[in-house]
C-alpha cells in the first residue's frame, strides 16, 4: 500500500463521504493510546498532530471494530473526561499494523538511499564539469 497516495476520503454506497483510516494515522494513535489511555481528544489530537475531528473519527473506528474501550470517569466532576484503553484485538492490530508500516518505511528508506546516491553522483558530476566544489 503507498501512503503517500491514500486518500483520507471515500464514498459509502449511499455516496456519502465517509473517512479511510490509513496504517501511518492508525499506527500513531494506537501507540499513543497504548502509552497515555488517559488523553483527552484534544490532548491527543495535538500530540499526534492530527486534527481534533479525525481522532473523534478514528476513535469512533476504533471503538467500532473493537480495538479500543472507553471509559468513562464517573467519580469525576468532568464528565467529559474517559480514557482510551487497546483490547486484546486492538494490541494486536497494533503489532499487525506496526509491521506494515515499518516494512513500508523500509521500502521507503531504500528509495531514498538511491535518490542520495543517484543525487551526490549528479552533484559531482556537475562540479567536475565546471571545477566546482
Known amino acids: 500500500m ?3 497516495s491514500v486518500s483520507n476520503a471515500v464514498h459509502n454506497v449511499n455516496g456519502s463521504l465517509i473517512m479511510r483510516l ?3 494515522t492508525s499506527y500513531r494513535l494506537l501507540k499513543l493510546l497504548s502509552k497515555k489511555p ?12 492530527i486534527s481534533l475531528g479525525k481522532i473523534n ?19 469525576s466532576r468532568n464528565k467529559q473526561v474517559y480514557a482510551y484503553y487497546l483490547t486484546p484485538a486492538g494490541v494486536r492490530e497494533k503489532a499487525l499494523i506496526s509491521a506494515r508500516f515499518l516494512k513500508y518505511k523500509m521500502k521507503e528508506y531504500e528509495a531514498l538511499k538511491k535518490e542520495i546516491k543517484r ?3 549528479e552533484v559531482e558530476v556537475e562540479n567536475a564539469n565546471f571545477g566546482g566544489k
Open 2 to 4: 503507498d501512503f503517500g
Open 22 to 24: 490509513d496504517d501511518e
Open 38 to 49: 488517559d488523553m483527552s481528544q484534544r490532548q491527543i489530537a495535538r500530540e499526534a498532530g
Open 57 to 75: 473519527f478514528c476513535l469512533h473506528a476504533f471503538v467500532e471494530r473493537g480495538w479500543v474501550k472507553v471509559k468513562n470517569f464517573s467519580r
Open 119 to 121: 543525487l551526490k553522483w
